[in-house]
């Protein structure tokens, strides 16, 4: 079994930063690439970035380009999502998710390890 943990998430004002940070742990060979989706109330779940397993293909979507940015390390089984200038149209659960391939994808149904979450909320 493999578990994903977010963290870093908190109320932040317009314009702030947070880097969201995603543990992996148990068995780690079941996640090579990774991906940030979010939640806001009332909308479904949609894709926010992705990142390969060796770490040199990334992806993200066009709502939050040039403002967020995706990396990991995984000598420490780690992923991590940079958040700038945050909007209060960010304001969403965060959830990182793996899956057993190398390249991400955008759509959550080819992912098969999520973690619980972390609340990011903008104030205006």
């Known amino acids: 079994q493999v578990t994903l943990v977010e963290s870093g998430g908190g109320l932040v004002q317009a314009g702030g930063s947070l880097r969201l940070s995603c543990a992996v742990s148990g068995r780690t060979e079941y996640v090579a690439a990774m991906a940030w989706f979010r939640q806001s109330a009332g909308k479904e779940r949609e894709f926010v970035s992705g990142i390969s397993y060796n770490g040199g293909y990334t992806d993200v979507a066009e709502s939050v380009k040039g403002r967020f940015f995706v990396s990991r390390n995984n000598a420490k089984n780690e992923a991590y999502l940079e958040v700038d200038i945050l909007k209060p149209e960010d304001t969403a659960v965060y959830y990182c998710?793996?899956?057993?391939?190398?390249?991400?994808?955008?759509?959550?149904?080819?992912?098969?390890?999520w973690g619980q979450g972390t609340q990011v909320t903008v104030a205006s």
């Open positions: 998710a793996g899956l057993a391939r190398d390249y991400p994808s955008r759509s959550e149904e080819d992912y098969t390890t």
